[in-house]
DNA sequence: CTCTAAACGAGACGGTACGTCTGGTCTTATG
DNA sequence: CATAAGACCAGACGTACCGTCTCGTTTAGAG
């Protein structure tokens, strides 16, 4: 049997969807409410609850929504290279966008005290950037270029890592310095670590 | 001319802190407020207000009160050693505390949608454990264990991130088996760069 | 067009009212709070904001609820008489039901540092009970007992004033002794009046 | 035994009796705390809490202090002239004093929900104003323009009631008129009531 | 072409916490 | 002792949001 009932208004969607965008990014996420947002959008109330349990979904459907497939997976062939690319098309992004840096703390603010949005933001925006990285790495780890008990996971907290606490703490600026610095870092230490292993077995 | 009129209340000052980090450690951040530490510390609420803006504050003073000298500032010789016990010792504060890991959370979820809360928590919390980490990296510096060139703020930022990143999403444990990972990643890097420049300034 | 959104609740506004006269007999105007009303009546603080601008208002629609066409209109063909039984009346009213001479008081007080309530309180219960003695007088008039140039405010407010004199500063009683003898002092002051002017008819 | 200690600084109980009125006159009673009378007046919050109970209290002497002696006691030899006179020196003393009708509808206001203040506003200002009244009356009784068996405190009701009862409603004016209203109603009364008496006496 | 059912805009609802304000008391040092 | 200063406890105030609810209306497929 066909689905019943007046079926989901994608013109209220969207309404709400980019109203809570432009909100946010006029006034900061901190300023916005929802009941603001169904003024604006000219939306009811209900009909936001009906679809996202809270504003911070709301806002992580919006950015996801507006942020799209806009991260590189580059394959240069040198495990350094990669990583400058991705990490520096990573930064850009926010760069880019004014506003979108303080979407992403205030998501993360909310995901504190929000368990339940803490997942969604790790599936929706969390886990999507680090599987690139992962597989980035991994892929190196194919090329023999690291070492194959190397922790994939430790570089790539590594890398957000420094992102995500320069960006809350305001400590310092996300830039391609950083991700040529974290290039070097990381490709050094991976790449330093299977020069090691190998010596070990070469004497071995 | 002397101070006028009547002095703060030590008493009201203290049983505000105690009764502000009992009641965030027992039930949570989130589900603290004002007046319930007003009232449970025998408190008027103005008292509260006339000391510090909002509760994150008075937490984090309390936090911070709390917390005095734990941290322990290794001089073992050698970079990874010292990284490593400062490492394990930082991490093991919140561990060997429940509710601690909650508050920094929720401190510094905080901190993202007030601003100047952003910079009494850098000043506080932040800087002090940096400034730390730092002097400890400098020494090895020093000592030419680390080229006079590295940038120390990127090795203490890869230290916290990582810390403040697991910390915040959930990804990844907090543990001595970190702390290790991180200072044979960071003295790896250190000392590797130290060693490729001083095999430059040889061959030059 | 009609009627948009989620209707008034009868149920919260009979709720509100019915509290807040139960909690002010019981324990006096000056001990009753818009909060312990809200509670007690099971309802949101926002709701008794939504419809009324303070608790005085809410007060006043309770009692004038709670009053409705209590007073008679007596008509008996002679002024004294009509006069002392509605002032009887009048008077019996607060004195039949404890705590409402405390009531009228407390908003008679409220009046005089609210500007909008006192207009309120006036149109609600200070007009509509001038009017009623008022006409009683005018049929007077009809009937040439009062003559057509009496001043019929002016007796208006000797009934009136003397009764919220007396209510106001406890200086003597409100009884059917003073119901007589301001019917008394009225009537003789307006039949009085009438044969002056008669006489002076006469002469001319 | 001479009085021991500092004695009472004449200073700040004339500047805290000034700035009350000041303010009362200036802001409206309803906007004066005893917080802003100290500091305005240069005086501890406790020397206004040492000498009176209530800005309430402070207001009142400060206006009686300020209005001593103003009320004329005519003496024309008849009733009717001496309650004109009266009632118009009364009724001037407000009107020419821009704010003082606003304080002493704060007053009886604070009366309403202060019984102490109350008896001492009565005390203070109702009763010795209804003496003069009251003798005023008393004197055309000993005339015998006035019978003996009047209840003058009823005639002395009915004059402050009306101005009282016009004061805090804002119903009808205070002025000349009026007072010439009230004089005639009153001696109309109180004269026709002798007339009366005087034939009942005659026939009897 | 009616009927059923769900989504819709609107906005009132019960709740909770906020930060401010005032009242009246207490605690200093000073005169 | 009284004083100026000002911190203290207490508690009401009116506002802001939250997430739910209750209206009448709209929009689809089912009968």
Same sequence: chains 1, 2, 3, 4.
Wanted: hydrophobic share 45%.
């Amino acid at each position: 049997m066909a689905v019943r009932g007046r079926p989901r208004s994608e013109i209220s969607r969207r309404s709400i969807l980019e109203t809570a965008l432009r909100l946010a990014r006029k006034q900061g996420y901190a300023r916005i409410t929802v009941d603001r947002i169904a003024v604006e959008a000219g939306v009811g109330k209900q009909t936001i609850y009906r679809w996202w349990p809270s504003k911070a979904a709301v806002v992580l459907e919006a950015l996801r929504e507006n942020a799209r497939a806009e991260i590189k997976v580059p394959d240069l062939g040198s495990l350094q290279a990669d990583l400058e690319v991705f990490l520096q098309s990573t930064f850009d992004v926010s760069r880019n966008r004014p506003g979108i840096n303080d979407l992403l703390r205030a998501l993360m603010a909310e995901a504190q005290h929000d368990r339940g949005f803490l997942q969604n933001f790790r599936r929706e925006l969390i886990d999507p950037r680090r599987a690139v990285l992962h597989s980035l790495i991994e892929r190196a780890q194919t090329r023999k270029e690291v070492h194959k008990s190397a922790d994939v996971n430790l570089y790539v907290d590594v890398a957000f890592g420094v992102m995500w606490y320069r960006l809350l703490t305001g400590v310092g600026t996300i830039d391609n310095g950083l991700a040529g610095q974290l290039a070097e870092l990381l490709a050094g230490a991976a790449v330093g670590l299977a020069k090691r292993k190998a010596g070990i077995n070469q004497r071995a």
